[in-house]
Nanobody, 123 residues
Framework: QVQLVESGGGLVQPGGSLKLSCAVS????????IGWFRQAPGKEREGVSC????????DYLDIVKGRFTISRDIAKSTVYLQMDSLKPEDTAVYYC????????????????WGQGTQVTVSS
């Protein structure tokens, strides 16, 4: 059974950091492309970053480039999203998702999703 479980969200002050984890089971972390998405209240879900099966990352959101970094630990079956210099506009529910072929920005192309983890950036 394919399963993705996010963790690491929480409340952080502007300028702070969080590291999100996406623990996968039912498949190897390097057998799928795994992406991070986020959805703020009243907004559509948007692609943040993705890591391909070969380990090559792709960033989709210009406003997080240079602040967010995706990585993975195959032995731990976990994909991470390191978020630095957080801003209030980064507040959202963050999801990880998996797809069989290459990374894509469109959420609709991902077939398996986690339940999400809330990130709130506020003073």
């Amino acid at each position: 059974q394919v399963q993705l479980v996010e963790s690491g969200g929480g409340l952080v002050q502007p300028g702070g950091s969080l590291k999100l984890s996406c623990a996968v089971s039912g498949f190897a972390a390097n057998s799928h492309a795994i992406g991070w998405f986020r959805q703020a209240p009243g907004k559509e879900r948007e692609g943040v970053s993705c890591i391909n099966k070969d380990g090559v990352p792709t960033d989709y959101l210009d406003i997080v480039k240079g602040r967010f970094t995706i990585s993975r630990d195959i032995a731990k079956s976990t994909v991470y999203l390191q978020m630095d210099s957080l801003k209030p506009e980064d507040t959202a529910v963050y999801y990880c998702a998996a797809k069989l072929i290459r990374c894509a920005e469109q959420a609709s192309t991902f077939r398996s999703w986690g339940q999400g983890t809330q990130v709130t950036v506020s003073s």
